[in-house]
């Protein structure tokens, strides 16, 4: 039987402010990878989000992005590798002690955003990342894009990692997702996410923007928490991978 990780990125409201609809997603994902307070999230609402994902049996993994909370953390930054290093120890390191409170630990860290995509572009980025996880030890797990540089950064280091594919981006022939402000880089049918992920899934492929078949490990397959149907998205694709007998479960 095959197995897949369901992560959904949460604890994204700020204060007054709210965004996703994380109570209605929980059911259906296996982890939960929380913003930190850099570019989303509040030491409040990590506390809430942690309880909810450790309630509901959902792995907690920290979210880790640029202090960017007016552009939600997805506007690249000039940063060096030991600027990149030390947003990374400070957000995993307050979600660490949030998760203490309720006798848990984390289980990985996935990047946000510009973060994302800056460590995919800059290999000093993704070994500052990747440094940052082995550096707060444990056995946290390092989540970043398939078969991507930030993998690599950690394999050679010996950080343990998962690869990640999303079940609602169209992917370019390269590997890389078709960038946000280009048409068709988001899926928006819930029968295409659906069949989309089972692909991924099933095969370890998808479909390219350009009608190619790209080979692509899949260790956990992202739903965006942020967007408007996140919570029909999260069951829609949890209950398609069930009936194609695929085991749901945080990568171990």
């Known amino acids: 039987m095959s197995q897949i990780d369901l992560n959904c990125d949460m604890g994204e409201s700020f204060g007054a402010w709210k965004m996703g609809a994380d109570q209605a997603v929980m059911p259906w994902v296996t ?17 809430i989000t942690v309880k909810a994902a450790l309630e509901a049996g959902v792995a907690v993994g920290a979210h880790v992005g640029l202090p960017d909370l007016a552009g939600f953390g997805r506007r690249a930054m000039s940063i060096s590798a030991q600027q990149a290093y030390d947003l990374c120890i400070v957000q995993i390191g ?3 002690a949030v998760a203490a409170t309720f006798d848990a630990k984390l289980a990985h860290m996935k990047p946000h955003g510009a973060l994302y995509h800056m460590a995919e572009q800059q290999p000093e980025v993704a070994q500052a ?12 797990r390092l989540v970043g894009l398939s078969g991507g540089g ?3 950064a950690g394999q050679d280091m010996g950080v343990p990692v998962v ?4 079940a609602d981006r169209r992917y370019q022939s390269d590997g890389r997702l078709v960038p946000r402000g280009e048409e068709g880089a988001v899926i928006e049918s819930l029968e295409d996410i659906a069949e989309h992920a089972l692909a991924l899934a099933l095969h ?5 923007a350009e009608g190619r078949i790209l080979d692509l490990r899949a260790d956990t397959v992202c739903i965006h928490g942020d967007r408007d149907h ?3 998205i999260a069951r829609t694709v949890h209950q398609r991978l069930r009936k194609a007998g695929v085991r749901l479960a945080a990568v171990e």
């Open 129 to 140: 990342l990747a440094r940052a996880v082995r550096d707060m030890g444990g056995s946290m």
């Open 204 to 208: 370890n492929h998808a479909i390219t």
């Open 230 to 232: 996140a919570a029909d």
């Open 150 to 152: 930030l993998l690599k």
């Open 163 to 166: 690869h990640e594919v999303f």
């Open 31 to 47: 982890s939960a990878n929380i913003a930190c307070g850099f570019h989303a999230g509040d030491p409040s609402i990590m506390r």
């Open 94 to 96: 307050a979600l660490q």
